[in-house]
């Protein structure tokens, strides 16, 4: 979807000024809201592209003013709502007003380091040939979906080449929807500068992307 969280290629947010020797975790309250938003994730109630359509949704205003782990936590309350496992009464109030809803599985502390080194893959078998090979002039689908899309806005009707295939993946568009899978290939797409910037571009670079193939049309 088109929101605050696509913010590629815009201009006036200022420059990026990174912060020398940065903690992992500014405040203690950043360290608990990353660990509700694994825990919850753990459980099996929404995907990892369902939980990330859920902090884009936020409205512009709030995302643009919110921290990081305010971002999750915003988008954690509203799963929570969602998915019938709190009530904003609840969130409001902060505790439980009514029997807990059961949830598939519960993440124990003890279990939580192999879980995390065992991550989620996403790679699934392919059921059919890759359309595209390294080297293929591909451009990119020019459309502005409702939901939520891997596909940035600057990278949308651009010509690019592909540089590595990467196999088959879980396709967040209808993942995050609760659609299914649909697993998709995967390419590394290279695109000039200038094609995605124009004429002011810096001369000679370029960015590689990670597009699935329905993003993706012959050139």
Do not use: C
Request: charged share 20%; hydrophobic share 45%.
């Amino acid at each position: 979807m088109n929101g605050a969280q696509d913010l590629g290629g815009q201009h006036g947010f200022g420059a990026i000024a990174p912060e020398v020797d940065e903690p992992l975790f500014h405040a203690a309250w950043e360290k608990r809201a990353l660990a509700l938003t694994l825990a919850m994730g753990a459980t099996g109630s929404w995907s990892i592209d369902t939980s990330r359509h859920a902090r884009e949704r936020m409205p512009p205003a709030d995302y643009l003013s919110s921290s990081y782990y305010e971002i999750w936590i915003a988008g954690l309350e509203r799963l929570l709502v969602e998915q019938g496992l709190a009530t904003a009464e609840e969130i409001a109030a902060g505790r439980v007003l009514a029997p807990a809803k059961p949830v598939k599985r519960v993440l124990a502390a003890a279990d939580v380091p192999a879980v995390l080194a065992r991550g989620g893959p996403t790679e699934r078998p392919a059921t059919k040939p890759a359309r595209f090979s390294v080297g293929d002039a591909v451009v990119t689908r020019l459309a502005n979906p409702h939901g939520h899309t891997r596909l940035p806005r600057y990278l949308r009707g651009r010509p690019g080449v592909i540089e590595r295939v990467q196999g088959v993946h879980v396709y967040p568009d209808t993942n995050a929807h609760g659609a299914g899978e649909a697993p998709a290939w995967l390419y590394a797409v290279r695109f000039a500068a200038e094609d995605l910037w124009g004429a002011d571009a810096e001369p000679a670079t370029a960015i590689v992307a990670d597009l699935f193939e329905p993003y993706l049309r012959p050139r």
